[in-house]
Structure formats: C-alpha cells, structure tokens
C-alpha cells in the first residue's frame, strides 16, 4: 500500500520514516531542501545565530564571574558558514535515514492531476493515500517599498553576507524578536515596529510585558500600536521605513528592513483543487481532528492547515494522520490514536530571545475571556540559586491552575531556559495529572526546575 507524501520539512519526512515501519511503500516529494523551513531557514539557523549571541554576551560580561576579557570580535563570515556548515550537515543526515529506511524521495514541485495521483517533473504517481506537507512561507504585506531591495524576509536575512549596522524588523512575533534579540548582541541598532499593543500577541501579556522590558535594557527600540506606511530609499543610502503611532508620524532609517509579520500556507501550483480539496478562505486545507481534508484519504500536516505554526507540531500532527490511515486499514480505533489526538490540545512553544520566553496551555487573558476560574502562582528567577549563580536572575514563572480541579491550565516562562522548563510542565499537562502532583515531585538543588515549584 502506497503513501504519497508532499513536502519533506519535520512533519514529512518524521512521517514517510514512520510510515516505512509500518510497512508501507513511501514516497516523498521536495520541490527545495530536504528539511523545510525548519532546517533550512528558520528553527536550526536562528538557533546557531541565538548561540553565537549567548556567548558573545557572556564574554562581555565575564568580568562579573572574575574573567578579565575584551570587547568580543565577532567574524560574521565564520559565523555563516557555522550556520551553514550545521544546516548541511543535519540535511545529509536526514536524507541518509530516508534512503536507509527505503523511502523513495522524488525532486521537484509535486501537482494534483486528480484525488488519487500526484506528478511530479511529469511522472504520475498514484497513491492510495497522500499527506499533504508543504508548509507555509512569509507573508509580506501590500505596502509601498515593500521590493525594495534591502527589504527582505528571514530567510534573506539569514543569507545576508554583511552585518548591518542598523536593522529595523516590522512585526513583533516570534521570528521578529528572535532576530531583533540576535542581531542586538552582533552589535546592531535595532528598531521593533509592531502593529499590536504590544509583543507577542499570543503569548500571556505579562510575560511579553517583561521581555519587551528585558530586550529595551539591551537597547532594542520598540514601536507599538504602529501601522507601517512605507519603506523608502534613502538619499545617502540605506532605507527609511515610515509608520503611523497614535495620529503621529514617526520613522526610522536603516541599513536592512525585515518583514516578519506571519506567515501563510503554501498551496501555490499544488492545485488542490483537482482533487477536490477544499481551502479556507485564508488559503490553508481544511483538515478534521484527524488531519483529514474534505476528501477522506487526503490529509494535511504541519502549516499548510493553518492551525498550529511550529515544527513540533507538524510532526505531531504526521503522528495523528498515520494513525488515522492505520485505524482505517485495522477498520478500528487505535488508543494511541485517541492519545496523539488529545495530545495536540497541549503544544508548548517558545522564543529564543535572551531571556529565552515559553508557554504552553491557557494564557491569564484566555481564561478570564473563557470565563475560566483559576488561581495564579508565580516565583521569580532572582530567587533560585542556579540563576543567581549563572547570573541570569531576570524572569519569573507563571503557573495557572483550575481552581475547580487543580489541574495544570498553563506555563508561561521568562528566564533561562525556559523552554526546557516549560516542556516539564507540558508532559504534565498531557498526562492529565493535577497540580499537586507537580508540588510533590522532588527537584535536583540547585536546579532552574525549582521554580516552578516555588510559587506553590
């Protein structure tokens, strides 16, 4: 039985692998790089810039830990090629797994001619089942100058063969903070324009609040409730990028300008529609809980269904898909069908500024807006003795609890890392145990997991 799958980013290529030890015959299509966005332009290059940043910003303070040192030098020419050299690396370990495993990856755009065949390069494939994971790409908004050269998306950013000395990013998301943390501890001014009133939108607004706070200190400039008018050259070079902030006019000029407003579903030259597959008015596949789109044994993982934007969730997702396949070969229900399912409610996410940030489950504003009882408890990193130690002391950490059934509503961390912590907190949320459980357990002394037991 064949398995046809479009797009070889985390959640395709994590699922033609699993499928294969089910037995099945896989095929995977990838118009790009093996790996996606992830690897190759997103989650993997950011983090080797992010570490780069992290030491950069302890030598500059080692003085503090009885190290004398200079002003850190940074090769941005080394750094590139670290980055690259990494991408490459984990790219060929993945297409290595695919071909040990017998997956059979084909290379080039793949097109629906009709709800059971997929060509690619104009050879036809039927399949009798096809998963759909082709993920998304930035979404650049229709404003004037948005071509400019120098006004340029993450993955140019990344590209870029020069630091620039002056960097303005327009969008305050994650993708937006990520750089404008990066590229702060590299030596640029930075300048954040965002729409919102304030960081993060998504995130709890207590935890963005304090970020925005940490990220001023280090000298990033924030705009908010800002609407971007244009991006215009400058006379003596460089660009100028124009907004709106409360009835003001206000600019800044810079060397580049990142556009990091979101991203959107990549359907394009796919031509869903000649197997029938319906789209949201947003442009993503419209999928079930079970992944499955409007035709039954098409599904749709990862970004292009528009739910959850995050690697982990598109592998999580491919989980939920080939157990749906595999339940209706059995023609019965899998129970760990059911447990991936439900594990989708609980998808922690994080953003890699210093300090890191990380959530995952209810924010303080969706539980008030769902009407939802709960209680608050809260400690600060400038009391555990691992972060005084590591002189990390800036953050706190939220845990929002029912107070009904004492279960576990939400995380939300600032501080070191906080995303290790908050994944802790995710494993409890998913096994469905109470907060109590969580005061109980014994924590390693001197250890960051000590404060999330500290607001108890």
């Given at each position: 039985?064949?398995?046809?799958?479009?797009?070889?980013?985390?959640?395709?290529?994590?699922?033609?692998?699993?499928?294969?030890?089910?037995?099945?015959?896989?095929?995977?299509a990838?118009?790009?790089?093996?790996?996606?966005?992830?690897?190759?332009?997103?989650?993997?290059?950011?983090?080797?810039?992010?570490?780069?940043?992290?030491?950069?910003?302890?030598?500059?303070?080692?003085?503090?830990?009885?190290?004398?040192?200079?002003?850190?030098?940074?090769?941005?020419?080394?750094?590139?090629?670290?980055?690259?050299?990494?991408?490459?690396?984990?790219?060929?370990?993945?297409?290595?797994?695919?071909?040990?495993?017998?997956?059979?990856?084909?290379?080039?755009?793949?097109?629906?001619?009709?709800?059971?065949?997929?060509?690619?390069?104009?050879?036809?494939?039927?399949?009798?089942?096809?998963?759909?994971?082709?993920?998304?790409?930035?979404?650049?908004?229709?404003?004037?100058?948005?071509?400019?050269?120098?006004?340029?998306?993450?993955?140019?950013?990344?590209?870029?063969a020069?630091?620039?000395?002056?960097?303005?990013?327009?969008?305050?998301?994650?993708?937006?903070l990520?750089?404008?943390?990066?590229?702060?501890?590299?030596?640029?001014?930075?300048?954040?324009?965002?729409?919102?009133?304030?960081?993060?939108p998504?995130?709890?607004?207590?935890?963005?609040?304090?970020?925005?706070?940490?990220?001023?200190?280090?000298?990033?400039?924030?705009?908010?409730?800002?609407?971007?008018?244009?991006?215009?050259?400058?006379?003596?070079?460089?660009?100028?990028?124009?907004?709106?902030?409360?009835?003001?006019q206000?600019?800044?000029?810079?060397?580049?300008?990142?556009?990091?407003?979101?991203?959107?579903?990549?359907?394009?030259?796919?031509?869903?529609?000649?197997?029938?597959?319906?789209?949201?008015?947003?442009?993503?596949?419209?999928?079930?809980?079970?992944?499955?789109?409007?035709?039954?044994?098409?599904?749709?993982?990862?970004?292009?269904?528009?739910?959850?934007?995050?690697?982990?969730?598109a592998?999580?997702?491919?989980?939920v898909?080939?157990?749906?396949?595999?339940?209706?070969?059995?023609?019965?229900?899998?129970?760990?069908?059911?447990?991936?399912?439900?594990?989708?409610?609980?998808?922690?996410?994080?953003?890699?500024?210093?300090?890191?940030?990380?959530?995952?489950?209810?924010?303080?504003?969706?539980?008030?807006?769902?009407?939802?009882?709960?209680?608050?408890?809260?400690?600060?990193?400038?009391?555990?003795?691992?972060a005084?130690?590591?002189?990390?002391?800036?953050?706190?950490?939220?845990?929002?609890?029912?107070s009904?059934?004492?279960?576990?509503?939400?995380?939300?961390?600032?501080?070191?890392?906080?995303?290790?912590?908050?994944?802790?907190?995710?494993?409890?949320?998913?096994?469905?145990?109470?907060?109590?459980?969580?005061?109980?357990?014994?924590?390693?002394?001197?250890?960051?997991?000590?404060?999330?037991?500290?607001?108890?």
């Open positions: 039985m064949r398995i046809f799958i479009i797009g070889a980013g985390p959640g395709g290529y994590e699922t033609a692998l699993a499928a294969r030890k089910h037995g099945f015959e896989v095929i995977l990838e118009s790009g790089q093996v790996g996606g966005t992830c690897l190759n332009a997103g989650c993997i290059p950011t983090k080797a810039y992010c570490r780069t940043a992290e030491i950069l910003d302890e030598v500059r303070h080692s003085s503090a830990f009885g190290i004398t040192a200079g002003e850190p030098v940074l090769d941005f020419g080394s750094l590139r090629k670290r980055k690259d050299d990494i991408v490459s690396g984990l790219r060929s370990g993945i297409e290595s797994m695919l071909g040990n495993a017998g997956v059979r990856l084909v290379r080039g755009r793949a097109v629906f001619r009709d709800s059971g065949t997929v060509e690619v390069e104009g050879e036809k494939f039927p399949a009798d089942y096809i998963i759909v994971a082709t993920g998304s790409a930035p979404a650049i908004p229709d404003f004037p100058g948005n071509d400019l050269p120098g006004v340029v998306d993450s993955t140019a950013l990344l590209d870029s020069e630091l620039p000395g002056r960097l303005c990013i327009i969008g305050g998301g994650v993708i937006g990520e750089f404008a943390s990066v590229f702060r501890s590299f030596g640029s001014e930075v300048t954040v324009v965002e729409f919102c009133k304030e960081i993060l998504a995130f709890d607004q207590d935890i963005a609040r304090r970020l925005r706070q940490s990220l001023s200190k280090r000298g990033v400039v924030f705009s908010l409730q800002s609407m971007v008018q244009s991006v215009e050259p400058c006379a003596g070079g460089g660009l100028k990028t124009n907004w709106i902030r409360k009835s003001v206000e600019s800044c000029e810079a060397d580049l300008v990142l556009v990091a407003t979101g991203r959107r579903p990549c359907c394009e030259g796919l031509h869903p529609e000649a197997a029938g597959i319906a789209l949201s008015d947003k442009g993503a596949i419209m999928t079930d809980d079970r992944m499955r789109t409007s035709v039954p044994h098409i599904y749709a993982i990862g970004d292009v269904n528009g739910r959850q934007l995050l690697a982990h969730a592998s999580a997702q491919g989980k898909a080939l157990d749906s396949i595999l339940s209706e070969i059995s023609g019965r229900e899998k129970e760990d069908s059911r447990v991936a399912e439900d594990a989708l409610s609980v998808m922690p996410s994080a953003v890699f500024t210093m300090p890191e940030a990380a959530s995952v489950g209810l924010s303080e504003e969706s539980c008030k807006e769902k009407g939802i009882s709960f209680r608050v408890l809260k400690s600060f990193f400038r009391s555990n003795g691992k005084v130690c590591m002189g990390e002391t800036d953050g706190l950490c939220k845990i929002l609890v029912s009904e059934d004492n279960k576990i509503l939400g995380c939300h961390v600032l501080g070191p890392h906080a995303a290790d912590l908050v994944q802790e907190v995710s494993v409890l949320m998913a096994a469905g145990v109470s907060a109590e459980t969580l005061r109980r357990a014994v924590h390693i002394h001197p250890t960051l997991g000590e404060v999330l037991q500290s607001g108890f």
